[in-house]
């Protein structure tokens, strides 16, 4: 990650823009190809960035193949992402004809409990855009009000999640498999535990399976173990901290869970090669 990014980010690319607009907490990009050179340069393709903000995106053309909180996502045309506050993302690929519109937001509840793809219909492209279209028109309004903005991307956010419940009751697609349900379980509970829980039987534990089990699923699925995973997101959690809290090593070590700053700083060192106060030196470097 270059940085952490936040609304303020977005201000320079929407002086004088046509593509962007930006009111408090809440930016609208109405069009990326518009200023898909400029974003990519700031972003980064593979660059890991962490977003406390909620996010919708509307693919309107191309695809996109993403890692969000550590999952895989690609979305493609006619699709919709619905992504609440607080997380991790990756763009590892965009197509060349990749455009989408975004709105990026916060303090706004959203009806999904984790990221979400909501395939939108032909005949429901047209409603879902003009959400887009209204919020642009009142975000550039002289007289715009955030209440307006809310209700605007609550009703957004409310459709959205209609359509996904309407896809869910009429597919006939079975259920997911109980391992790639389980995998699923895993992933989300990682994201959401405390940062110090760190063993496989605490997982498995909450999971409500065995060690072995847990196991046994996470590398059929993953091609990887238990550890490594969580290993991977307790660097991503100390990398944000040690590049953007502004705390001492010493407190983010004890936040994460370690015994003690020298633990944390070998279990640093192995994994990334670096000790912890080196990483921060290199402020250059994406995380």
């Not at 002086?15 to 009111?23: C, D, F, Q, R």
């Not at 965009?94 to 519109?101: E, K, W």
């Not at 992933?187 to 405390?194: R, T, V, W």
């Not at 534990?205 to 490594?228: E, F, I, K, W, Y």
Request: with cysteine; charged share 20%; proline share 6%.
């Amino acid at each position: 990650m270059k940085r952490q990014l936040n609304i303020s980010d977005i201000i320079p690319f929407a002086i004088n823009s046509e593509y962007i607009a930006v009111h408090g907490n809440f930016a609208i990009i109405r069009n990326v190809e518009g200023i898909r050179e400029r974003l990519v340069a700031t972003t980064g393709i593979g660059d890991l960035l962490y977003i406390p903000l909620g996010r919708v995106l509307l693919v309107t053309e191309g695809s996109a193949y993403l890692r969000l909180n550590m999952q895989p996502c690609r979305v493609s045309k006619r699709m919709a992402l619905v992504i609440p506050e607080n997380f991790y993302m990756e763009v590892l690929e965009l197509s060349a004809d990749y455009n989408a519109r975004i709105v990026t937001f916060g303090g706004i509840p959203v009806p999904f409990k984790r990221w979400t793809k909501v395939n939108v219909e032909e005949l429901d492209m047209p409603r879902i855009e003009g959400y887009f279209s209204l919020l642009w028109q009142v975000t550039n309004s002289p007289t715009c009000q955030p209440s307006t903005l809310d209700a605007l991307l609550s009703a957004l956010l409310s459709d959205l999640h209609s359509l996904a419940d309407q896809a869910d009751a009429s597919s006939p697609i079975e259920a997911p498999a109980a391992a790639e349900q389980l995998m699923q379980r895993f992933f989300d509970l990682m994201s959401e535990s405390d940062s110090s829980m760190r063993s496989v039987g605490a997982y498995a534990d909450r999971l409500c399976v065995t060690p072995n089990h847990l196991s046994s699923v996470v590398r059929q699925q993953s091609g990887q173990t238990v550890m490594q995973l969580i290993n991977a997101h307790t660097v991503l959690q100390a990398k944000v901290m040690l590049r953007h809290s502004g705390q001492p090593i010493a407190v983010i070590s004890d936040q994460l869970g370690f015994e003690n700053p020298p633990s944390f700083t070998r279990f640093f060192k192995r994994e990334t090669g670096l000790t912890p106060r080196e990483f921060q030196k290199g402020q250059s470097g994406a995380i």
